[in-house]
């Protein structure tokens, strides 16, 4: 096991582990131990009380965070002529079609979200075994195959995201950086976990909100109350 150095000694002496803090007090602590000298990212970790392997208990959601995300979204928009000028007035960094296929196709995958129409996904499907592993590849329940690209890259722009419980049961998601007050992260939070809430499979028994953790890149986790929260 790695050696904690001097500041994550001091981290983790600033948190007790014995404790589950309220969302409030939990943002407050995350950006008080902070200390790298780049912006970290603020990451939740929420686990639910399901089984994943089953159909009926697969949780997977759209969010958008009230302040964003903090990072620059790249989004790369597939779409057929007629939408190009669009998608690039939304603010898509990258528009076009085949040529961008065939660059997928070479290995690039310099993008965070990828945008495309019902009409080009044909074209797609032979790309999944490269998009598929990245978390790329476009899905109408994520709201990235829509004919409304514009409203669909604006809304990724603005700090929409996509999240799927994990083989563990655990859903991790981005919310924020440690730049951000700690009433953003605050409110960042509160809307992933109520989406959560909201998504409980019927199938679910027992406990769904097990636990709940606040982390940032290089800080230790602080766990909060999930009756709390």
Do not use: C
Request: glycine share 8%; charged share 25%; aromatic share 4%.
């Amino acid at each position: 096991m790695a050696k904690l150095t001097k500041k994550q000694k001091e981290a983790a002496s600033k948190i007790d582990k014995n404790r589950m803090y309220s969302l409030k007090d939990a943002a407050a602590l995350l950006k008080d131990v902070a200390s790298a000298k780049f912006d970290e990212s603020v990451d939740i970790a929420v686990r639910l009380g399901v089984d994943p392997r089953k159909a009926n208990q697969m949780v997977r959601g759209v969010v958008t965070l009230p302040h964003g995300t903090g990072k620059d979204v790249k989004v790369l928009a597939l779409v057929t002529p007629d939408k190009e000028a669009e998608a690039k007035a939304a603010g898509a960094d990258y528009v076009g079609l085949d040529e961008y296929l065939q660059k997928i196709k070479d290995g690039w995958t310099d993008v965070d979200v990828i945008i495309t129409m019902p009409s080009v996904m044909g074209k797609l499907g032979p790309l999944g075994r490269i998009l598929g592993p990245r978390g790329l590849m476009p899905n109408p329940k994520t709201g990235t195959v829509t004919m409304d690209v514009a409203k669909a890259v604006a809304e990724v722009k603005a700090g929409k995201i996509d999240f799927k419980v994990d083989k563990t049961g655990i859903v991790h998601a981005g919310i924020g950086k440690v730049s951000f007050g700690a009433e953003q992260i605050v409110d960042n939070a509160h809307e992933i976990i109520q989406t959560l809430i909201k998504l409980k499979p019927t199938a679910a028994k027992g406990i769904y909100i097990k636990s709940i953790y606040l982390t940032s890149t290089m800080s230790p986790a602080i766990a909060l109350d999930p009756k709390a929260v």
